[in-house]
C-alpha cells in the first residue's frame, strides 16, 4: 500500500508561500543599494555551504528562504544595485518582474499559434508597439503589406544568429540547410562588434577564419571604406561576402557604426545588413536620440535589448525582420505532430519557426507590463535621464587633470582613465570593486586599459553617480599618495 499523501504544494500553501517571496522581493529592492555589489566570496565557498546530497523528504519553505539570505545571497552579484555601474545595464523592474510571474504561473508553451493564440498575438502586436515607439521603418511591423515583423529572441546572439542563419540560406538560395555549407560564403563586422557575431559564425558552419574584421575610426566606428574594401578582395578571390553586422553602440565603448554608408554598400553588392542595437536601441525611444538609427532603412534585420536598458528582466531581445518568409524558410520544420489547421491555413504566425528552439515562454507579458506601467512618457523620462547624468559624469572628468575621456560618450557609457597607465587604472578599479561600494569594468581601447562608467541601473540616480565619481577620485588619491 502506498501512502495517499499528497507532495504538491497546495494552492493555500501556494498564496502564504507567495507572499512570503514578494515580501522578500521587495524588502530586496529596498536594501539592495546597502550590499556589496560586487560578490565577497571565493571560488568554492557557496557549494561548500550546501548539502553534499539533496533532502530525503520535503523542507519547509521557511528553511528554503532562510538559506536563500544565508548561502545564496552573499554569492550575487547584485545586478540590480543603484551602485552597479559594469558591463552594461541588465534592468529588473516591478512591473516586469510582476509579468514574469504571471507567465511562470500561466506555463505556457507558445511554440504555436494553437497552443496559446494570446501568447503568440499579444507578442506580434507588442512588437508591432516597440517598432512604432522606436520609429523603426515601417517593413519591420507586422502590420505593413511588406511581410515583416518582430519576435523575442533570448537574447542579441540568438538574434544575430538567426539573422546570419537566414543571410547564409539567402546566398546559397535556400540549398545549404539541404546540400551543406558553402565555403566561400564571407562575413563582415567591426574589430569592436560583440563577440556573439564570430561565435554565430561556428555555430552557422561558415567558420569564424570566414569573418573579416573590419578596422575602426578614431571613434572606434567601422570604416566603410575598408569595408568595401574587403568585400571588393574577397569577390575578386572568387568568394561570396553573404553578411554584415553593424553595430550601435559597441559593448566595449558604446561606438556607433555609421549605417547609411554600410548600408548602401550592402545595397549595392546584395549583402545581408543585420544591426545590432543592443544596449543603446533604448534611447531611440527619445526623438532627439533617434539619430543612431540613421540608415537603418538599409537594413534587412535589427535587434535590441529591452532587457538591458528598458527595465524588463532578463532575457527578452526584440528582433525584427523585413522578410519575415525569408526567416521561417530558413527554421522550418514541420513534423506530423505538429501539424494543425490553424497552422495549415497560412492564416497564423507560429514563433517557432522564428528561431532555434522550438519551445518558449511567454515574455511578451512582462514586456507589455512594463509598456503599459511606465507609458511612452515614463520610459522616455528614465533614459534621458540616465544619458543626462553620464554626461555630466564625462564632464567631471574632463575638469580633472588626472583623468580624460577615452572617447566621447554619445549615450549612457563613459569609457575614461587615469593619466598615469594601465597598472594604476587596474589598481583603481580592483580597490573599488574589493571595497563593494561600487562596480566598475575595463576594456581595452588603442592599447590602453579603460575604465568603463555604465550609468542605466533602473534605480539609479544623481547622487549614486555623484558618490561614484567621488570614490573613485578618492581611491586614486591614496595610490597616488
Given at each position: 500500500m502506498t501512502d495517499d499523501k499528497s507532495y504538491h504544494m497546495t494552492p493555500d500553501e501556494f498564496r502564504e508561500h507567495g507572499y512570503a517571496v514578494v515580501d522578500w522581493i521587495a524588502d530586496y529592492?529596498?536594501?539592495?543599494?546597502?550590499l556589496p555589489v560586487l560578490s565577497q566570496v571565493k571560488p568554492g565557498d557557496i557549494r561548500a555551504a550546501l548539502p553534499t546530497a539533496p533532502p530525503e523528504s520535503g523542507e519547509s519553505f521557511g528553511v528554503m528562504l532562510k538559506d536563500l539570505d544565508d548561502i545564496i545571497l552573499p554569492g550575487i552579484t547584485h545586478w540590480q544595485s543603484p551602485n552597479f555601474f559594469a558591463y552594461f545595464p541588465a534592468n529588473a523592474s516591478g512591473p516586469a518582474i510582476l509579468g514574469d510571474l504571471l507567465a511562470s504561473g500561466l506555463g505556457v508553451q507558445g511554440m504555436l499559434w494553437l497552443t496559446s493564440p494570446a501568447c503568440t498575438e499579444l507578442e506580434t502586436h507588442v512588437l508591432d508597439w516597440v517598432a512604432k515607439m522606436l520609429d523603426l521603418p515601417d517593413k519591420f511591423k507586422s502590420t505593413t503589406s511588406g511581410g515583416g515583423g518582430g519576435v523575442i529572441?533570448?537574447?542579441?546572439?540568438?538574434a544575430s544568429l538567426c539573422a546570419l542563419l537566414t543571410a547564409r540560406e539567402r546566398a546559397t538560395k535556400f540549398t545549404?540547410?539541404?546540400?551543406?555549407i558553402n565555403r566561400k560564403l564571407i562575413?563582415?563586422?567591426?574589430?569592436?562588434?560583440?563577440?556573439?557575431?564570430?561565435?554565430?559564425?561556428?555555430?552557422a558552419g561558415l567558420g569564424k577564419n570566414n569573418l573579416r574584421l573590419i578596422d575602426v575610426d578614431q571613434t572606434m566606428a567601422m570604416k566603410p571604406p575598408e569595408l568595401e574594401a574587403a568585400i571588393a578582395d574577397d569577390l575578386e578571390d572568387g568568394l561570396k561576402p553573404c553578411f554584415v553586422c553593424a553595430t550601435v553602440g559597441t559593448t566595449s565603448s558604446n561606438a556607433m557604426d555609421p549605417l547609411p554608408e554600410i548600408g548602401e554598400i550592402c545595397r549595392r553588392y546584395g549583402i545581408w545588413l543585420h544591426v545590432d542595437a543592443a544596449m543603446s536601441g533604448t534611447a531611440a525611444l527619445c526623438p532627439e536620440f533617434r539619430h543612431i538609427h540613421a540608415g537603418l532603412e538599409f537594413a534587412d534585420s535589427y535587434c535590441f535589448n529591452p532587457h538591458k536598458w528598458m527595465f524588463t528582466n532578463f532575457d527578452c531581445d526584440c528582433f525584427f525582420i523585413a522578410d519575415r518568409a525569408a526567416l521561417i524558410n530558413t527554421l522550418s520544420i514541420l513534423p506530423e505532430y505538429l501539424r494543425n489547421e490553424a497552422t495549415a491555413s497560412g492564416?497564423?504566425?507560429?514563433?517557432?519557426?522564428?528561431?532555434?528552439?522550438?519551445?518558449?515562454?511567454?515574455?511578451?507579458?512582462?514586456?507589455?507590463?512594463?509598456?503599459?506601467?511606465?507609458?511612452i512618457q515614463g520610459l522616455q523620462h528614465h533614459i534621458r535621464e540616465h544619458i543626462r547624468l553620464a554626461q555630466e559624469f564625462a564632464d567631471w572628468i574632463c575638469a580633472d587633470d588626472q583623468f580624460e575621456l577615452a572617447v566621447d560618450p554619445p549615450l549612457n557609457l563613459v569609457c575614461f582613465r587615469h593619466i598615469r597607465g594601465d597598472e594604476i587604472n587596474q589598481r583603481i578599479m580592483d580597490d573599488l570593486n574589493r571595497s563593494g561600494k561600487i562596480y566598475l569594468t575595463h576594456t581595452k581601447m588603442n592599447d590602453k586599459l579603460t575604465l568603463r562608467m555604465s550609468i542605466g541601473q533602473t534605480h539609479t540616480r544623481y547622487r549614486h553617480v555623484e558618490r561614484a565619481w567621488q570614490l573613485i577620485r578618492e581611491t586614486a588619491g591614496g595610490l597616488d599618495s
Open positions: 529592492m529596498n536594501r539592495v543599494e546597502s529572441q533570448h537574447t542579441a546572439s540568438d545549404s540547410n539541404s546540400t551543406g562575413a563582415y563586422t567591426s574589430t569592436q562588434a560583440h563577440s556573439s557575431i564570430e561565435k554565430a559564425m561556428m555555430i492564416a497564423v504566425i507560429d514563433y517557432r519557426d522564428w528561431h532555434v528552439p522550438l519551445g518558449r515562454r511567454f515574455r511578451a507579458l512582462k514586456l507589455w507590463f512594463v509598456i503599459r506601467h511606465y507609458g
